[in-house]
């Protein structure tokens, strides 16, 4: 839904509301009831009716004042994202976490959600208070395993719906869809991405400090020392970026004994079926939340031959990929014959991580189809993918019929724009407006500057010393450099290369079962999580010290 001015109609035509109804076949209430301001939004096919018979654009009706009464934010402490993300990918998530509450009792509600979007970066924000309540009541619905199995259950059902959609996305179908086909198979894979969403959103509620504030009572109760919480805590299964790599190690280990010029191995890369599996497997994983990068043969050729150059290294490393999850069980069990208990006390944080690592994949999977249908859209339309990506998912009807202008989206990328989900309602702020509330939720969150000390959570133990480097995007990798100390709003997959060369890792979100802290522990790097501003406190370049077992960053 999107409100729209009908006095601007009557503005542009000379005609009057009587008139409008009766030549747009538009209910006479509905106009009456919009033209007051009485409704909260108006159908895109309501839209299109106003627009084609009066020849108008979108734009041209669209009202830009701010909704104060959708738009304003309860006076309660904020939680902020960022990261790189477009408007088009963000509306199944945006719009389960808005309409998230907990089956049968609607009290335990994660509220409004409100993203600042310019260019290929987000902002998003909403209640911490509310992540909190969220958080502990599910906690307490999923702490038995057998509700936690059976919703987990449900989830991975709505992913595997999401995969098949984009085994379907990468034969190159959708390349040829008509208008009518294009837009019945986004309602399908929205339908599916919401379904997948509404079963996972809860998570987020735990990056407040939840997860911790639990895992503290655990650790009393059953007496855990770090080195256990980070054991425990760890999944017991591989992340796909593990998946993949044990996948490409399997076919170098069948081809390693033979003899290879990099012409032979290109030409095998490129007609045996079981690369090529792999590569329809994994071609998501060097993509991410607003960038597309396919696998190629070329990749996968470049990748073998540059391990088949160091043979010691990846036999290791394969080694411990085949012996992981053998070898973490134990130490799990370890831990647990020690503590003369049952099962891990920390298990539910521990499927946890599983459960993110999976969403985050199935994530990326549906990216991948989103991108494939605004491709089709800039081929449709003649208006760049770029500009695309700011549409709303039910405009795109009417971008396919004319009515939405390259004007209009690209001026929502340039100025910025502040979209709201609230329950079912979503609105919508462009340019100076947007980035009023932009600064008004920033100087909401605060900086406390009167100490040279940043906090934070720890996710994995260690300490480091280097030059702290600010790296909030893929345009700012080559400006870090092996063993300084990686600081950024949030990691995701595309940061694994950087978190290698890092001598420690420091991010403003994220909980325990964040991106940041399962791969620090899988590199056994220093790493602190949630420190809510560490990327506006810490100047880039400066010296900095992570004492990730006490979870403080000291600039020097």
Not at 38 to 57: A, P, Q, R
Not at 394 to 406: A, C, F, H, Q, T
Request: hydrophobic share 40%; charged share 25%; proline share 3%.
């Amino acid at each position: 839904m999107i409100r729209i001015r009908i006095d601007k109609i009557v503005e542009k035509t000379g005609k009057n509301l009587s008139d409008i109804a009766r030549e747009t076949g538009i209910n006479r209430n509905t106009i009456q009831s919009l033209a007051l301001g009485k409704v909260n939004g108006i159908k895109f096919e309501t839209i299109e009716k106003l627009c084609s018979v009066y020849g108008l654009m979108i734009a041209d009706i669209l009202d830009r004042s701010i909704p104060q009464q959708a738009i304003a934010v309860e006076k309660h402490e904020l939680y902020k994202q960022e990261g790189e993300c477009v408007p088009f990918t963000m509306f199944p998530p945006s719009s389960a976490l808005a309409t998230y509450c907990i089956p049968g009792n609607e009290a335990f509600a994660l509220g409004a959600l409100h993203i600042y979007s310019k260019g290929s970066y987000i902002f998003a924000y909403w209640d911490a208070t509310a992540m909190r309540t969220t958080a502990h009541a599910c906690y307490a619905r999923l702490s038995s395993r057998s509700a936690f199995q059976e919703l987990y259950s449900e989830f991975s059902a709505a992913g595997v719906i999401i995969d098949g959609l984009y085994r379907k996305t990468f034969e190159g179908d959708i390349a040829e869809f008509s208008q009518e086909t294009l837009c019945i198979f986004l309602q399908h894979v929205l339908q599916a991405c919401r379904n997948f969403w509404n079963q996972s959103i809860w998570i987020d509620a735990f990056d407040v400090g939840v997860d911790q504030e639990i895992i503290k009572k655990v650790c009393a109760e059953y007496a855990l020392s770090a080195d256990d919480v980070q054991i425990l805590t760890t999944p017991s299964e591989l992340t796909f970026s593990g998946e993949r790599k044990r996948r490409l190690f399997d076919i170098i280990d069948d081809i390693y004994s033979r003899t290879w010029t990099k012409e032979k191995l290109t030409q095998y890369v490129k007609t045996d079926e079981a690369v090529q599996q792999y590569r329809r497997d994994f071609d998501y994983t060097e993509s991410n939340y607003a960038m597309v990068k396919h696998m190629t043969n070329e990749n996968i050729v470049e990748e073998i031959w540059g391990h088949v150059q160091n043979s010691d290294a990846w036999k290791k490393e394969y080694r411990d990929l085949k012996n992981y999850e053998k070898d973490h069980e134990l130490a799990i069990k370890n831990i647990v014959r020690k503590k003369k208990v049952k099962e891990n006390p920390l298990w539910f944080f521990e499927r946890l991580t599983i459960w993110r690592e999976y969403r985050k994949k199935v994530n990326l999977m549906s990216i991948h189809v989103f991108d494939a249908i605004l491709m089709r859209i800039e081929a449709l339309t003649g208006i760049p993918k770029m500009y695309v990506q700011y549409l709303v998912p039910d405009e795109v009807p009417n971008v396919l019929k004319g009515l939405v202008s390259l004007e209009e989206l690209k001026r929502r990328r340039e100025e910025g724009i502040m979209m709201t989900f609230a329950g079912n309602r979503f609105e919508v702020i462009c340019g100076e407006q947007a980035s009023s509330l932009l600064r008004e939720y920033n100087d909401r969150l605060g900086a406390d500057t009167s100490t040279s000390v940043v906090n934070g959570q720890t996710a994995c133990q260690g300490y480091a010393k280097g030059v702290a480097r600010i790296i909030l995007d893929v345009s700012q990798f080559d400006r870090f450099n092996e063993g300084e100390i990686l600081v950024t709003g949030m990691t995701r997959p595309e940061f694994l290369p950087l978190m290698k060369k890092a001598a420690g890792i420091v991010t403003n979100e994220g909980g325990i079962t964040c991106h940041a802290a399962i791969v620090s522990r899988e590199l056994g790097k220093p790493c602190i999580i949630g420190t809510k501003n560490a990327t506006t406190r810490i100047p880039d370049g400066a010296t900095v010290e992570v004492r990730a077992n006490h979870a403080t960053v000291r600039i020097l």
